[in-house]
């Protein structure tokens, strides 16, 4: 079993050469990985597919497409399942997914290179490039009967980057905010008929959850980011994503629509059906056509995107700004993104954060668009500082610095907060952390 994965790695390293351009590759070994012990984590998302093992005779997910990198090299790419079940169509290291809030990663990225160029502090408040969001107001007690009062404090951009302005989803949200959005006719869903601009309108006038940057609540904040992008730059958000974070990474499959001449690749979302078989699901935030192009460029949800795409974005983060002679970010941009900047270095649970996604939130803090861990209470086999995010599709991925050590693993079913797959977040975590073997 141990010379087959070895086999089967060098033909999958030796595609990942053609496909994933600016990234080198090792065997495990070189970088510290035990290729046995990693076996492991591709025959438990095989199990996931299959429904063998753990899974007790119900399988979770259609398949899908794993990576591992350790100190900047890619030393695992597989696939596995199928794209589309009822035509037969097999899961490749190419397979197009729609990768929902992992869009949020790119989104932070380029609010901030503008940051960088100092367009703004992340304190200044939203007003100042959204007029529209001057006056807002809040609900007096987050999940209580609507109550608004004006609120004392601005939304900034950093409340923004870490989902303390006050926003929510309204497509899962079950308090009278989250129904209030419902009422008002907000659609948050990449499939809104709405362009950025429309949305933002529509959201200057909601009620908070609470006031900016006494809570945590995920929510559309990121979309909100989407629009100052586009006002800053002048240009559109998908213009601006392939002029200064697609193009230069060479992420050639990435983007809001999928061209047709793509489509084939794409791999359909499903759902648990009545008979607990996988079917394809209901057309659920945003789950449609991938050729269609829509008017409302999401900057939290939006994105297309393919494994090989993704690692480049990781590799740049990991390696703290830059892949391949492109320079996204600065070094010490990348590790202030990366840092805890919940206030007063609180974890989400003590900011009243609750997620579906999470059992709990204690020692979970955020980041400028991504999840950062502070301590073991939060349950996750990694290095205090390790920093991931996720989208609602299944679409995982994690980043240890410490360890210097990325995992992804796409699939798509839909939720990932289901019961029956959430719990795939975490084996990511610990099947790629139990293969260090140094």
Known sequence: AVLAFSVSSIILLARTMASVAGLESAKPEEVGISSERLQRFKEHFEAATDGTGRFKGLPRIPGAVLAVMRKGKLCHLSASGKRDIEKGLPMEPDTIFRIYSLTKLVTSVAVLQLYERGFFQLDDPLHE??????????????????????????????????????????????????????????DESPS????????????????????????????????????????????????YFSENILGPLGMVDTGFFVEPSKADRVCTMYEMGPDNKLQPSAPVFGADTPTQQRPFQSGGAGLFSTVPDQLKLFAMLANKGELGGARILGTATVEFMTRNHLPGGKDAAQMHGQMADFAHMRGLG???????????????????????????????YFHDPKKELTG?????????????????RADLRSLVQQALVE
């Open 129 to 186: 490039i959204l007029p529209q969001f001057k006056d807002m107001y809040a609900n007096e007690t987050p999940n209580g009967v609507i109550q608004p009062y004006r609120a004392k404090t601005p939304i900034s951009i950093r409340h923004l980057l870490t989902h303390t302005s006050g926003f929510s989803y309204g497509s899962f949200d079950p308090s009278p905010v989250g129904q209030y959005y419902k009422e008002s006719g907000i």
């Open 192 to 239: 809104s008929a709405d362009t950025l601009e429309q949305f933002a309108d529509k959201m200057s006038n909601v009620v908070l959850k609470f006031e900016p940057g006494s809570g945590f609540n995920y929510g559309v904040s990121t979309d909100i980011l989407g629009r100052v992008v586009e006002v800053l730059s002048g240009k559109s958000l998908a213009d």
């Open 366 to 396: 955020w980041g400028l668009g991504v999840a950062v861990v502070l301590s073991p209470e939060f349950g996750d086999f990694c290095s205090d500082g390790t920093y991931f995010w996720q989208g609602v599709g299944s679409t995982f």
């Open 408 to 424: 992804v693993a796409f699939s798509q079913f839909m939720p990932c907060v289901s019961p029956l797959v959430r719990g795939l």
